[in-house]
């Protein structure tokens, strides 16, 4: 009879986990959004907003503008880090990441597309890790080489030789690469955000502009509340650091190992919550 | 063995039946859907064997909310349900075994039929040569081989509607779940679709299907559910819900030469109702409580010779007449 009853209530055998189901699963779902998220007609909009910083640089490269600071090449690193800081990162960078990360899920509930993969045997973890991949891909390749060509025009069509040896024996190719850095380390918190936040919110324009004023406000907030934000980490880090004015309250930057880690471990929670969220989230696009 | 050990080996063997019952059958237990105030589906209860299962309802009955709620798009107020034993919020389990063909007519932008179907079989884990493999098999079974490397978005709204079948049965599923599936599609194409489900019925499969069109219903159902308002208001075999409807007597029209006759001797039996002659005086037309009965009545009348009956017929024994009775034409079925 013993056998019977290990057959009324048998002891739960624990399954390993199928990593290797899931990877493919990542694989393919990365594969049918980075192709959405590149050539969809949604991409557009990304496409004109990572040109709008090229765009003056460009407009700029074939004549030296007047005012005393365009004439000095010393001058240049602080010019990009205010570009940079101002336009790239907060701007650009920014919304491009809100327009990537929001539409990930969003932008399926407004095609009417997100039933198939919600009727995949897909865990709803692997889908978010599958869709936040994509969008970290197509931001990272896309913002990366936008600041890369950024810098690269603001320096090189006005000082062709001080630049090459700026870059190539000086600080230059640092600072770039510290740039591009912070690039990828925006696109992985506010891609995490802005993922979230398109699960959430019906409207998520609303808490992208909450956050992009908190983002631009970070300067008048007292060094505590500075943490809550992506921003203060991201300045943290650069490699030349910009004024932010007579009103600015004064806080200690944050070292990089502190900053990175921090920056990834809120990621990761964010995403987890993303996960806990869709495996409760239904699909009714009559009321979206 | 002890009177205990057989009350305990006659309980497990209850529970194996009876888990092995759930694990073939679609089981809703006291299932309820609300949308904040607004009732969807309310307390229902289904066993659901395999075959052919039609749900038939106006609009605004719950058939897409009950589809929904199989499939985890939607999750129970109240209530829990599950597929062969798989509980529809383990989607990891579930979507290994039901496939469902949606009444959203959207695809992901860009992709040809074949990219679309495969795509899927990918986010699925299938590898890439079985993949391919499936989504021919699938394409096929829908006639659509020929288009496949066209884009979707350039589709015919019956081609869009076999795509989407196909990526419903392109990974094999034991259960097919099929909101409106013959919408858009061509009478060609429909009694081949038709054949297809009969096909994967007799395979084995469940298949529930929701669809407007009384008569197809009819012809390919092993049995209905019959929504309104959110309710179930029958269920089974579309002849055996038309059997307990006792406050509406069955009609039967009898082809014979002496119809009136034929009235004076079937009118002495309690259980005819109404008898009436047809227009051309060649038929009768006969409104009975119990069918069983009244054929037994006639057998031997035929036995007896002296009216010669040319066909007996059931004229309201099907889903039309059932629906029309249990729901009435108000709605008109969706």
Redesign the interface.
């Known amino acids: 009879?013993s056998t019977?009853t290990a057959?009324?209530s048998p002891t739960p055998v624990k399954q390993p986990l199928p990593w290797s189901?899931w990877l493919?699963?990542v694989?393919?779902?990365f594969?049918?959004e980075i192709?959405?998220n590149f050539?969809?007609?949604r991409s557009i909009l990304l496409y004109l907003l990572a040109l709008l910083p090229i765009g003056p640089l460009a407009l700029l490269a074939p004549f030296t503008p007047p005012g005393r600071e365009w004439q000095d090449f010393t001058q240049y690193n602080m010019i990009f880090a205010v570009y940079y800081g101002g336009l790239i990162l907060r701007t650009v960078v920014f919304f491009g990441c809100a327009w990537i990360f929001m539409n990930l899920f969003r932008g399926d509930i407004i095609?009417?597309?997100l039933?198939?993969?919600?009727?995949?045997?897909?865990?709803?973890e692997v889908l978010v890790v599958g869709k936040y991949f994509s969008g970290l891909v197509t931001s990272i390749i896309l913002f990366t080489s936008m600041t890369i060509i950024c810098m690269l025009l603001l320096y090189v069509p006005h000082f062709p030789s001080e630049s090459t040896r700026f870059f190539l024996d000086g600080p230059g190719m640092s600072q770039l690469l510290t740039y591009a850095g912070i690039t990828i380390l925006a696109c992985i918190g506010y891609g995490a955000f802005f993922l979230v936040v398109g699960l959430f919110f019906r409207n998520p324009i609303i808490p992208a502009i909450v956050l992009y004023g908190w983002e631009w406000l970070n300067f008048l907030l007292p060094p505590l509340l500075k943490k809550v934000s992506v921003i203060h980490y991201l300045n943290s880090l650069t490699p030349v650091p910009v004024s932010e004015g007579p009103f600015a309250v004064v806080a200690e930057p944050t070292p990089a190992w502190i900053a990175i880690p921090s920056l990834i471990a809120v990621t990761a929670l964010v995403l987890f919550i993303a996960g806990h969220r869709i495996?409760?989230m239904?699909?009714?696009?009559g009321?979206e | 063995m002890s009177v205990t050990?057989q009350k305990?080996?006659e309980g497990?063997d209850e529970?194996?039946n009876s888990k092995s019952e759930v694990r073939n059958f679609i089981v809703f237990n006291d299932v309820s859907k609300f949308?904040g105030e607004i009732l969807g589906v309310n307390r229902i209860n289904l066993q659901i064997a395999p075959g052919i299962t039609s749900l038939v309802g106006p609009n605004g009955a719950g058939k897409s909310t009950l589809m929904?709620l199989m499939?985890?798009?939607?999750?129970p107020s109240r209530g829990h349900i599950t597929i062969l034993g798989i509980p529809t919020?383990q989607?990891?389990?579930?979507?290994?075994k039901l496939?469902?063909c949606?009444q959203?007519d959207?695809?992901?932008?860009?992709l040809t039929g074949r990219e679309f179907v495969r795509?899927?079989l990918?986010?699925?884990?299938t590898?890439r040569k079985q993949a391919d493999e499936l989504t021919t098999i699938a394409m096929e079974r829908v006639s659509l081989l020929d288009a496949a490397d066209r884009k979707v978005a350039a589709y015919s709204k019956g081609m869009r509607q076999r795509i989407r079948l196909a990526?419903a049965i392109a990974h094999q599923p034991a259960v097919l779940i099929l909101d409106e599936p013959l919408n858009g599609l061509d009478p060609m194409v429909r009694a081949e679709t038709i054949a297809l489900f009969r096909k994967l019925a007799g395979e084995g499969l469940h298949l529930i299907i929701s669809s407007h069109i009384l008569h197809e219903v009819d012809m390919m159902s092993d049995r209905v559910i019959l929504l309104n308002n959110g309710y179930v208001v029958a269920e089974g075999n579309i002849h055996g819900v038309r059997d307990e409807m006792e406050e509406h007597p069955m009609q039967i029209l009898i082809r014979c030469d002496k119809p009136s006759r034929l009235a004076a001797q079937v009118f002495d039996h309690d259980h005819v109702v109404e008898a009436r002659l047809h227009d051309d005086r060649l038929g009768l037309f006969v409104k009975t409580r119990d069918a069983d009965r009244f054929y037994l009545l006639l057998n031997r009348v035929v036995a007896e010779g002296e009216i010669n009956i040319e066909s007996v017929a059931p004229i309201d024994d099907d889903l039309s007449a059932v629906y029309q009775y249990l729901i009435g034409s108000g709605g008109g079925p969706s």
Request: proline fraction near 4%.
């Open positions: 009879m019977s057959e009324i189901l493919r699963q694989r393919a779902i594969r049918l192709e959405k050539l969809g007609r095609d009417r597309s039933h198939f993969y919600f009727l995949s045997p897909v865990r709803r495996r409760h239904e699909i009714r696009y009321s | 050990e305990v080996d497990l529970t194996r949308y929904n499939t985890g798009l939607l999750r919020d989607p990891e389990q579930l979507f290994r496939g469902y949606t959203f959207s695809f992901p932008r860009g795509s899927f990918l986010v699925h884990g590898d990526q």
